[in-house]
């Protein structure tokens, strides 16, 4: 039996839309999984009974904002709603309500005494989805129309993303560019060709990762597109700091820029190398000076050579040993030798599933050519027997 509905996952926006083939009603359903940006709702269930008209509606990719409810309808998370917008109104999905809407407030200094929260309407209608739906289906090649206008005016800009407003009167169109652009004779082609209105809305190269997404090299979800809100400068001193390759093509991530997780333990090994001691120069040891070759920062082992030019023969010692010669170099007193002093005890990694080898699930190798062997040898021995 043939299937009459075609499924589509708009992970853009968040849900799932359900076509009929035989030209009936689009069904929309709130999908939380494609949910960029998404929050956990850790105060579920809990109500706040001064803020219980307040909801974080959800609009295509990162873009989100909280809306207060004027309709009288009881709304909850999952419902498409009809809200206000500058010109017209525009069509989101509420995922968010109860007490865990003022902590997002909070966390975007939003004081819901004196901000101007803008109103849900009401429940979005099933000709409200469908007009919304015919917006969405425009955004694509408004988009290669747009890059190609733009190339042909030759404006220095990229154009990242195209988003329709609910109505299908408005659009934004997300841009990076290096420097200043000027967009008069551009909004003027666009408002002639597109026959709507225009909103030029720059961004950068992390916002844009955000908008698209995709997976990091850790092999998760980007981070942009995933939790962060609000980007940190980063710079090589965070790679330095925790003693990594100052390599360009690692560091950097799909955004071109450096990567944000590199900022994220740079506090712990700030703290590590605050136990570790600073040399100005080498150890002194009554068999000659030894050299600091390099440092393992969270472990606290420092290494020496006697020769500096070669990491050949190197000696390890804990970062509070190198404290205490240095102190009896202060004074004038050399230890006898960095020789033979053993090697400071590295805590061992144990996986959680023990020490088994995967190399157990593979059949020895030696056995199958020991049986042919068995079998040539009794093969050889019967043809002496039959001489």
Not at 49 to 72: H, L, Q
Request: charge should be positive; proline fraction near 3%; include cysteine.
């Amino acid at each position: 039996m043939e299937d009459k509905e075609t499924i589509k996952q708009d992970c853009f926006r968040g849900c799932t839309v359900v076509e009929d083939k035989d030209g009936g009603e689009a069904v929309c359903t709130y999908r939380m999984g494609c949910c960029k940006l998404r929050d956990y709702d850790y105060l579920k269930g809990i109500r706040e009974e001064k803020y219980k008209d307040y909801f974080e509606v959800r609009f295509k990719n990162t873009r989100k904002g909280i809306y207060v409810n004027a309709s009288g309808q009881s709304i909850k998370q999952g419902d498409f709603v009809v809200v206000e917008a500058a010109t017209g109104h525009d069509l989101g999905i509420v995922t968010l309500e109860g007490a865990i809407v003022l902590r997002q407030m909070r966390a975007k200094g939003i004081d819901p005494d004196t901000y101007a929260f803008k109103s849900i309407y009401r429940k979005a209608k099933n000709s409200d989805i469908e007009k919304w739906q015919e917006a969405i289906a425009r955004e694509h090649e408004t988009m290669i129309k747009s890059r190609r206008i733009a190339a042909e005016l030759g404006l220095d800009m990229k154009i990242g993303d195209v988003e329709f407003q609910g109505d299908g009167t408005k659009a934004i169109f997300y841009y990076i560019a290096d420097g200043r652009v000027d967009f008069r004779q551009l909004i003027k082609v666009f408002a002639d060709e597109f026959r709507i209105r225009i909103e030029m809305k720059q961004i950068g190269a992390r916002q844009e990762a955000g908008l698209i997404g995709g997976l990091g090299i850790c092999g998760r979800e980007l981070c942009c597109a995933n939790y962060v809100t609000s980007f940190q400068s980063i710079s090589t001193s965070a790679a330095r700091c925790q003693d990594l390759s100052l390599n360009p093509q690692k560091l950097a991530g799909q955004c071109g820029k450096l990567k944000c997780c590199l900022n994220y333990e740079v506090p712990v090994y700030q703290d590590a190398q605050a136990r570790i001691p600073r040399l100005s120069g080498p150890l002194e040891f009554g068999d000659g000076p030894a050299y600091l070759m390099k440092t393992d920062i969270l472990q606290g082992i420092m290494y020496f050579s006697y020769d500096k030019s070669s990491l050949s023969d190197l000696y390890a010692l804990s970062a509070e040993e190198v404290a205490r010669i240095v102190k009896m170099n202060r004074n004038g007193l050399k230890p006898e030798s960095l020789k033979g002093d053993p090697e400071p005890a590295a805590p061992e990694f144990v996986t959680s599933v023990g020490d088994d080898s995967i190399s157990r699930f593979d059949k020895p190798a030696g056995k199958r050519k020991n049986r042919h062997n068995r079998r040539g040898n009794a093969h050889r021995d019967n043809r002496g027997k039959e001489k």
